[in-house]
């Protein structure tokens, strides 16, 4: 079974202080709103993310597992990352899992602070071995601008 991270109510009144403040154009650490088709209803379908770039590629990542917004996305192939009037639109291609652990790393070194409890035993000091063996649970997208 796919691994997924029900949101709390904490979580909820987070997610939607840090929509807030992302929508006016305050976004917080660089937060985004992603913005993706909904796979059924085809309309658009916002949460908070925090953009990750690694060796000059930017990628999102899915602390939670696979929540509402990977499903959409594996299916639309593309989205928008937004803040305020400024909009980017990309598409997006999943990462392998053997190709994760560099990028869990930095995820948890940039955003551990935020979303650390999603990564259960898992740390910044991490092994690779111990990354690669929990990479299947974390969803990773490698987003480039839509041309």
Known sequence: M????RPTAA???FNGL???LTRIGLPLAGSRLL???GRSSGEWRTTPVNPLRVAGERYLVAPRGHTQWVRNLRVAGAGELRSARRVEPFVAE???DADKAPILRAYLVAWAWEVGRFFEDLDKNATDEQLRAAAPGFPVFRIRPMR
């Open 2 to 5: 796919a691994r997924y991270v």
């Open 11 to 13: 979580d909820a009144v």
């Open 18 to 20: 840090v929509g807030f």
């Open 35 to 37: 913005a993706v088709r």
């Open 94 to 96: 999943e990462v392998p």
